[in-house]
Every structure is written in structure tokens, then in C-alpha cells.
């Protein structure tokens, strides 16, 4: 008997690992007799098109909501509903694979849900790929050994575990990659900011959090020079500003990364009460709206965390 088809689906504004665990998560699934297919809730930015075009991989067809094409649905890289499909609320959620927090989230019936707290969702699907003794086709190693050097940085986020190092090695024999090499090329191809309007910059890699009935919003961008990022300043602060407006936002952040000396200035814009809040919690201060937060790196471990502590 056929089973019935599913999706799967990493968050919107996709990264290359929400992307890729999707993938990667559809092949193993259906290896394993389910009916599945990768999809991405949103375009891809410029280093998952790096990726992408160096393994000769097709991209996902992008959707917004399931509109009746399935009944139920498998989630990886996220489980809070804000994050996912628009209508994730008419939908059986059968599958969890994620390494965020839980938040925001509850099912009528049992699942599948495996987190853990590594660096990647793909260290977790690498190992789920040997628990059930599937292979890895080499252009699938290599999808997933950029998701691990995207989301560790490099192995050099704080996020980074001896779990995220193995799968890294592994999968990049299996790829046939340096990856030291091939990953600085590849984060660097995704610092190329100048061909996206400011507007773009901060929906590119943005995720909305409920910490206390206060609505955050925290987006992030790699560069190689802060500097010349904050050269358009005042349009993110228009944009930022707009966005609060039109959504309800208390707080926007905008985290400015310089990939090679692991260093951000934040651009913080929000209700008067939410900045205080934020100062507590990153141990910084706003001032004209930006905020250094040195040695800071990642949005889940060392942004999140704190935020949601405080609020």
C-alpha cells in the first residue's frame, strides 16, 4: 500500500540548512518507504545558491501553504508555528528533526520528534542516515556538509559541537571536499550584500520569536566589514522601522556579522521598554541604535536564549 504523500519543510526565510535537512530528510524518508517531498518556504539567499549550483542540485519548488496538497507534513530546522507554513494549523504534523528550542508548539496526536542540541539539523539527519544503514549519495554529503558550515560558521560558533566536527569530516570525504577551503568561499559567497536592497537584507535570514507575549523579531547578516554594511544605515533603520509598524513588532534586531573575526554590531529598534530588556540580557548598550556585541555569533545560543530569559 502506498502511504499517503507528505511535505517537508525547513522555516521560512530559509538558510541553507532548512533547505538542505529537507532534502536530505525527503531522501531518507522515502529510502525508507514513505511518499515525501522536499519543499522550501522561500527563495534561496546568495551562499545557498553558492551551494546549490557547486553540487549541481536542483532547488526545492517554493511555497507559502500546504492549500490542501497534503494532509500531514514533517517539519525540520523549526517547530515554532510562526516560523512555518501559513496554514501549518490545518495540517498533521508527523515528523520533528530540529535543533532550536520547542516553542509555540503542540500536536492531537503522537510523532516523531528528535532534537538535539548540536549545531546543524544535518549532524542530527547524518547520523539518522547511519542508525538506518542508508547511504549517502556524494552530491547529498556535500548539501549537508555546507548546512554544517553554514550554521557552525565554520566550526567556529558556539553552537559547534564534537558531533557537528565528525559529521563535517565524514560528509566531506564522502563529498570529496576540502572543506576549510571550500567552506571560507562559500560563507564568503554569502556576504555578498550589495546586490540586495536593504529591505531584502533583514527578511533574508529572519525568524519571529513570542518570548512572553512580546513579539521579536531577530534577523542576521554575514559580512566581512561591518563598516561598510552600516554604509546604508539609515534605510535599515527606515525598513526596521517600517516593519515594527506593520507588524507589531516590540523588538527588532538586526545582527551585522563579520565572519572572520566572529564579531557583530546589532541595530536594535523597538518600544522603549523592550531596549532596557535588551541591554540586560546581551550585557551591551544601544546607543543611536546599534549595539557591539563582540564574540557574538550565533542567534540561537548566544541572542535567544538571554532575550527570552529576560522577557
Known amino acids: 500500500m502506498t502511504k499517503e504523500k507528505e511535505l517537508v519543510f525547513g522555516h521560512k526565510n ?15 524518508q522515502n529510502q525508507l518507504g514513505y511518499n515525501t517531498e522536499a519543499v522550501a518556504l522561500g527563495e534561496p539567499n546568495e551562499e545557498t545558491k553558492y551551494v546549490f549550483d557547486k553540487f549541481n542540485a536542483k532547488y526545492p519548488r517554493v511555497i507559502s501553504a500546504a492549500n490542501g496538497e497534503v494532509k500531514s507534513v514533517m517539519l525540520v530546522d523549526h517547530n515554532e508555528k510562526q516560523q512555518s507554513l501559513d496554514d501549518i494549523d490545518d495540517l498533521t504534523v508527523t515528523h520533528v528533526v530540529d535543533h532550536h528550542r520547542i516553542a509555540n508548539f503542540e500536536t492531537a496526536n503522537p510523532l516523531f520528534y ?4 548540536v549545531g546543524c539539523t544535518s549532524t542530527i539527519l547524518w547520523e539518522m542516515f547511519a542508525e538506518e544503514d542508508v547511504e549517502l549519495p556524494a552530491e547529498l554529503a556535500g548539501l ?3 548546512a554544517i558550515i553554514s550554521d557552525t560558521l565554520l566550526l567556529k560558533s558556539p553552537t559547534t559541537t564534537d558531533e557537528d566536527k565528525d559529521a563535517l569530516e565524514s560528509l566531506s570525504r564522502t563529498a570529496g571536499i576540502d572543506y576549510e577551503s ?12 550589495d546586490s540586495k536592497s536593504t529591505k531584502e537584507l533583514i527578511d533574508m535570514d529572519a525568524k519571529s520569536f513570542d518570548m512572553n507575549g512580546k ?3 531577530i534577523a542576521q547578516v554575514n ?12 534605510e535599515f533603520t527606515a525598513d526596521i522601522t517600517n516593519e515594527n509598524e506593520s507588524n507589531g513588532y516590540n523588538l527588532f534586531i538586526l545582527l551585522i556579522t563579520n565572519i572572520l573575526t566572529s564579531d557583530t554590531t546589532g541595530l536594535v529598534l523597538g518600544d522603549e521598554n523592550a531596549i532596557p530588556v535588551f541591554e540586560k540580557a546581551l550585557n551591551t548598550k544601544v546607543e543611536n541604535n546599534k549595539a557591539s556585541l563582540p564574540g557574538v555569533v550565533s ?11 529576560n522577557f
Open 14 to 28: 530559509p538558510d541553507t540548512d532548512a533547505v538542505v535537512a529537507a532534502i536530505s530528510f525527503s531522501y531518507l
Open 114 to 117: 528528535r532534537a538535539q542540541p
Open 144 to 146: 549537508m556538509a555546507s
Open 182 to 193: 571550500y567552506g571560507l568561499d562559500m560563507l564568503k559567497a554569502g556576504t555578498n550584500l
Open 215 to 217: 513579539s521579536v523579531r
Open 223 to 234: 559580512t566581512v566589514d561591518i563598516a561598510d554594511t552600516l554604509k546604508r544605515e539609515a
Open 299 to 309: 542567534r540561537k545560543k548566544q541572542v535567544v536564549p538571554p532575550l527570552n530569559e
